[in-house]
């Protein structure tokens, strides 16, 4: 998933000529492309139970020692072989039973270092491309993890992931939301998202990657885009009926931004799988439908599955972070944390198949330490 094309080495002076002269030309948002799922309040007021939804679950507690301490994690990212999270300023690389392989750091004031580790991803030299945000600097290691490219930007990104040979797509959610930034060219070559002025101090939502697409979304839209070098090129489009927000709800200057219309559904997080379409959903001031709704829907038939995050089976998704080559959905929780929701579930669960997969939990906890180890769970879902 994660082994994205980003900067083969040519060893020749003509091809890099080559892609220096290559232009590329954002092109206008097709709204053929975008596909609409409608979501009801019927839809989110219809709890599923877990069975529904999930097959079965894997708990991949991760390796930790004096060696391999591991702070605060989101978004593990996953290859068929590898798991690789960043905590602080390193990159800790695990098989995918959670064994710990190696731990890459370079971070220093020297010119082949990073003060801070702010983005990464793999690129095709089996290495790291690293983006150190505070000093606006680019750099790539390649397998043996010796840096062979070091590059200034002139524009400040926050996020950024690999769309093409030498391409990366950068936000800044100041200046340019949404820019694809050229490693050849040392420069911006196409601004796709215009600054909208009237909502400017609101940013985008990480970049996110699946089966060769790369997909955005702003902050309190109800669209999620795909982009490829071209430009934006489609995506879907989740109708909420009156709580659908747009670029034109009449969204309130508050004292941190613009808020939100008072029952409008903010989509908080979204993954696309082969087969299913992950939604995390809050509804805003809402006395009816209160908390936050994880909604599951599948591609194949149109159904949706929902559960609430303040029901028991809810408290165990926090939010999925990614997905595996092999389609399952992750997420990482804290082993300690981990513990208590299984003791949550074992206090109210009544159906025997949500307690044939509490049961099944229960026996993978069963040497994890609580004190230390991350845990990263994965989920396998029905068939619906």
Same mark, same amino acid.
């Given at each position: 998933m994660i082994c994205n094309s980003f900067f083969r080495l040519a060893g020749s002076f003509a091809i890099l000529c080559c892609l220096v002269a290559c232009t590329h030309q954002p092109a206008a948002q097709n709204d053929d492309t975008i596909k609409t799922i409608k979501i009801t309040d019927s839809d989110l007021m219809k709890e599923s139970p877990m069975h529904d939804i999930i097959q079965s679950i894997e708990l991949?507690?991760?390796?930790?020692?004096?060696?391999?301490? /591991? =702070?605060?994690v989101t978004n593990p990212l996953f290859t068929t072989d590898r798991i690789y999270i960043k905590s602080g300023g390193s990159i800790l690389v695990f098989d995918r039973k959670g064994r710990f392989i190696r731990?890459?750091?370079?971070?220093?004031?020297g010119p082949q270092e990073y003060t801070a580790l702010s983005s990464f991803f793999l690129n095709d030299l089996g290495g790291f491309t690293v983006l150190d945000g505070p000093g606006q600097k680019l750099l790539v290691y390649d397998k043996n993890d010796s840096c062979i490219l070091t590059q200034r930007m002139t524009v400040k990104?926050?996020?950024? /992931? =690999?769309?093409?040979?030498?391409?990366?797509?950068?936000?800044?959610?100041?200046?340019q939301p949404l820019f694809i930034w050229d490693i050849a060219k040392e420069k911006v070559v196409a601004d796709l998202l215009p600054l909208d002025e009237r909502r400017k101090v609101l940013p985008l939502h990480t970049f996110w990657q699946h089966a060769g697409k790369t997909y955005f979304f702003p902050i309190d839209l109800s669209d999620i885009y795909t982009i490829t070098a071209e430009g934006i090129s489609g995506g879907w489009h989740f109708d909420f009926g009156s709580r659908t927000l747009t670029k034109d709800s009449p969204f309130t200057l508050g004292p941190y931004g613009y808020d939100r219309p008072e029952g409008s559904a903010s989509i908080t997080n979204f993954l696309e799988s082969e087969q299913y379409v992950y939604l995390m959903v809050k509804l805003i001031s809402e006395p009816s439908l209160k908390g936050v709704f994880h909604i599951y829907y599948s591609k194949k038939n149109g159904s949706i599955r929902t559960i609430t995050s303040h029901s028991p089976q809810g408290i165990l998704l926090p939010g999925l972070q990614?997905?595996?080559?092999?389609?399952?959905?992750?997420?990482?929780?804290?082993?300690i944390f981990l513990g208590k929701v299984i003791q949550n579930w074992d206090e109210f669960l009544t159906d025997p198949e949500d307690r044939a997969l509490l049961e099944s939990m229960k026996a993978q906890m069963a040497?994890?330490?609580?004190?230390?180890?991350?845990?990263i769970c994965v989920y396998t879902l029905q068939d619906f």
């Open positions: 991949i507690p991760l390796e930790t020692s004096d060696s391999c301490l /591991v =702070s605060m731990r890459f750091n370079r971070r220093g004031r990104s926050g996020p950024m /992931v =690999s769309i093409g040979d030498n391409l990366i797509l950068c936000s800044n959610p100041v200046k990614n997905i595996t080559p092999e389609n399952e959905f992750v997420t990482i929780l804290s082993a040497n994890v330490k609580p004190e230390d180890n991350p845990v």
